[in-house]
């Protein structure tokens, strides 16, 4: 299963354009991805109000991650490890938001 780790640093959180953003950017990639942090159970990456129910606040290290079911050669598992580098970076990068 692809998984790339990441720590939220909006100031909000993953809450309002943050989040917004974040979304956006899971479905633009095509793949089912989840997001989940410490002691909490995986949420849908692609829905905004599970994310921001979910509560991911700065400074929070999340997992997201893809299943194995959705990959399904070495190409699309290139695929989704990118992406989820990406999303890991979009995460990391929206301190000023």
């Known amino acids: 299963m692809p998984i790339q780790k990441a720590v939220v640093a909006a100031a909000v959180g993953l809450h309002a354009r943050p989040a917004a953003a974040f979304v956006r950017a899971v479905t633009d990639t095509g793949l089912p991805v989840t997001i989940s942090k410490a002691g909490a159970g995986k949420v849908d990456a692609r829905s905004l109000l599970q994310v921001m129910i979910a509560d991911f606040p700065q400074g929070c290290e999340v997992e997201l991650a893809i299943s ?15 992406a989820l580098r990406r999303l890991g970076r979009l995460l990391e990068a929206q301190a000023d938001s």
């Open 68 to 82: 194995d079911n959705a990959v399904d050669d070495a190409l699309g598992r290139k695929k989704a490890e990118d």
